[in-house]
Nanobody, 117 residues
Framework: QVRLVESGGGLVQPGGSLRLSCGAS????????MGWYRQNEGKQRELVAT???????NYEESVKGRFTCSRDNAKDTVSLQMNSLTPEDSAVYHC???????????WGPGILVTVSS
């Protein structure tokens, strides 16, 4: 079974940057979209950014202009460059991958991002 492996989280000061990376353990289905969702304690998981295999991106309004999502289709990896981070960006970030139409969805275990002085 495929698993998503995440890395790059940690503690950063407001205004700083972090890069999250995620890769599929193995290619067992054709991944159409990959991306990131995040969830704070007591909050609903929300979309941060997604990117299709053709390069089409979709961003949450609050991260537009600050975050950049990219992927390597051949390696089934996705990255999220996060700049100008604010405390409101603090959350557990989950990698996501799905087939066309969402017939198959895979979630990463989550990686913590903390933005604080």
């Amino acid at each position: 079974q495929v698993r998503l492996v995440e890395s790059g989280g940690g503690l950063v000061q407001p205004g700083g940057s972090l890069r999250l990376s995620c890769g599929a353990s193995e290619s067992v289905f054709s991944i159409h979209v990959m991306g990131w969702y995040r969830q704070n304690e007591g909050k609903q998981r929300e979309l941060v950014a997604t990117i299709t295999n053709s390069g089409t991106t979709n961003y949450e309004e609050s991260v537009k202009g600050r975050f950049t999502c990219s992927r390597d289709n051949a390696k089934d990896t996705v990255s999220l460059q996060m700049n100008s981070l604010t405390p409101e960006d603090s959350a557990v970030y989950h990698c996501y991958a799905a087939s066309a139409g969402g017939h198959i969805e895979v979630w990463g275990p989550g990686i913590l991002v903390t933005v604080s002085s």
